[in-house]
């Protein structure tokens, strides 16, 4: 059974810097497409950052420069790094993971993920 459990998430102030964790289970770790993704008050889910299986990334333009995806195959453990944070990137910030290559590697698009986590909520004050 796959599961994805995330943590770190947090208030901080504009500028601020916050690490999201995201540990799997059930499935082997380093076969599979990872990433973030968050949705806001009133707003549809978004992708925020993606990494395949041989650690190529990509990100959304608004986190670009800011935020930093990668992983820790030896942990089943993906991070997201959150520097410089803006009160639009508050949000639910959510892990989900892809079996395989990722399908939306460009898009970012979350319709392609097949398992998710519960999420973690991100609030940025200005």
């Known amino acids: 059974q796959v599961q994805l459990l995330e943590s770190g998430g947090g208030s901080v102030q504009a500028g601020g810097s916050l690490r999201l964790s995201c540990v799997a289970s059930g499935y082997t770790f380093s076969t599979n497409c990872m990433g973030w993704f968050r949705q806001a008050p009133g707003k549809e889910r978004e992708g925020v950052a993606i990494i395949d299986r041989i650690g190529t990334t990509n990100y959304a333009d608004s986190v670009k420069g800011r935020f930093t995806i990668s992983q820790d195959s030896a942990k089943n453990t993906l991070y997201l790094q959150m520097n410089n944070l803006k009160p639009e990137d508050t949000a639910m910030y959510y892990c989900?993971?892809?079996?395989?290559?990722?399908?939306?590697?460009?898009?970012?698009?979350?319709?392609?993920?097949?398992?998710w986590g519960k999420g973690t909520l991100v609030t940025i004050s200005s």
């Open positions: 989900a993971t892809e079996r395989g290559w990722c399908s939306h590697f460009y898009g970012l698009d979350y319709t392609g993920m097949d398992y």
